[in-house]
Nanobody, 126 residues
């Protein structure tokens, strides 16, 4: 499975961005997926996760109410992260990830995920 993120960029505080993660090379439509972020010198932080059907969504406390995760399994699976009311502290490299365990536990933990994208940079200026 290959995951490719896109949509990052430089924005101002209060702006919005939508990140995309395109999955190919496997049956990503059957698996839970997540978004994480990592700022320089910090640990990888859970942002959001979504169940394989899209029926379950989960968010980190720092983004709850501002970010929305969704997915489209119609053809090739694409997972989106809509980010509104961005803050300077949202600045980080954002990674999407795929969990093939099928268990649906530990979705907030990086070690749960088997496949990772290369990341896309989001920079929010004040």
């Amino acid at each position: 499975v290959q995951l490719v993120e896109s949509g990052g960029g430089l924005v101002r505080a209060g702006d919005s961005l939508r990140l995309s993660c395109a999955a190919s090379g496997g049956t990503a439509s059957s698996y839970n997926m997540g978004w994480f972020r990592q700022a320089p010198g910090k640990e990888r932080e859970f942002v959001a996760a979504i169940s394989w059907s899209g029926g379950g969504t989960y968010y980190g406390d720092s983004v709850k109410g501002r970010f929305t995760i969704s997915r489209d399994n119609a053809k090739n699976t694409v997972v989106y992260l809509q980010m509104n009311t961005l803050k300077p502290e949202d600045t980080a490299a954002y990674y999407c990830a795929l969990d093939t365990s099928g268990v649906g536990l530990g979705l907030k933990l990086p070690r749960t995920y088997d496949y990772w994208g290369q990341g896309t940079q989001v920079t929010v200026s004040s």
